[in-house]
């Protein structure tokens, strides 16, 4: 199933939203943040989401989390908000909800480790979450930037190794960090939620596919044994529609 998924539409109406996508899409990630926060706006996505004929899945909130601080108010803070979140899903009736790991510090360098550590126990009670909830818990890799934590596939590893939980491979976010095939050899059949959009091996660019340097036959065809979703992570829903018109010529 091909999805789309946009930052931009969080600062629309959900309704606006699904009259724009339905019939173009067969899958909406809803960026749960902003106007399309479904636990802020749990009312209102309950009654909209059953009227139209798309399927759904969750990007939790990022602005203003970190599943990953060392400061344990705010850690806590945001894992109250992800798991409201997660919550949130399963009462609509959505089985997937993707997380980022976390952030280490912008300002201090080397001790990254203190991080992941605090990420390994927010990880504790995501999965926790997961079970209660009956939500499968994608944790996502990203892209090139230092304060990220999840870049590689062995961090990313060590940050939910032992734990019931699924990875979103991200792949124009591994593209950024020469991580495309470590993600696939290492996760492999613990990928539960694809990512995909484009760009030119340095920057997150989100472009359309095809318009950067991701060879995504050869990634697709490492891939061959994934069923899930594809989700289009793009700017535009321009964007978005010319990326499926790629994708599906490469899937069929």
């Not at 909800?97 to 480790?113: A, D, F, K």
């Not at 978005?240 to 790629?246: K, N």
């Amino acid at each position: 199933m091909i999805g789309i998924s946009c930052t931009a539409f969080s600062a629309e109406n959900p309704q606006a939203v699904l009259d724009k996508i339905v019939g173009k899409f067969d899958l909406w990630e809803i960026f749960s943040e902003a106007d399309n926060s479904i636990s802020n706006h749990f009312d209102e996505f309950a009654e909209l989401l059953p009227s139209y004929d798309i399927s759904y899945s969750v990007h939790a909130p990022i602005c203003d989390i970190n599943l990953a601080s060392i400061y344990d108010s705010i850690r806590e803070a945001s894992l109250k908000e992800t798991i409201a979140t997660i919550e949130a899903a399963s009462r609509l009736d959505i089985d997937r909800v993707t997380v980022h790991p976390g952030l280490s510090s912008m300002s201090v360098r080397g001790i990254e480790g203190r991080y992941i550590a605090k990420a390994r126990e927010s990880m504790v009670e995501l999965e926790k979450a997961s079970g209660e909830f009956g939500v499968h818990v994608a944790i996502e890799n990203m892209p090139e930037m230092y304060f990220f934590l999840g870049r590689t596939a062995s961090e990313l590893s060590d940050i939910v190794e032992g734990m019931d939980l699924d990875i979103c491979f991200d792949i124009g976010h591994a593209n950024t960090t020469g991580q495309i095939d470590a993600m696939i050899e290492t996760f492999g059949d613990g990928i539960f939620n694809v990512h995909i959009h484009d760009n030119k091996g340095v920057n997150d660019e989100h472009l359309t596919i095809g318009a950067g340097r991701i060879d995504f036959v050869k990634v697709l065809s490492k891939m061959d044994s994934y069923r899930g979703n594809y989700v289009i992570e793009a700017r535009s829903l321009e964007s978005a529609i010319e990326s499926q018109s790629f994708l599906e010529s490469l899937l069929n």
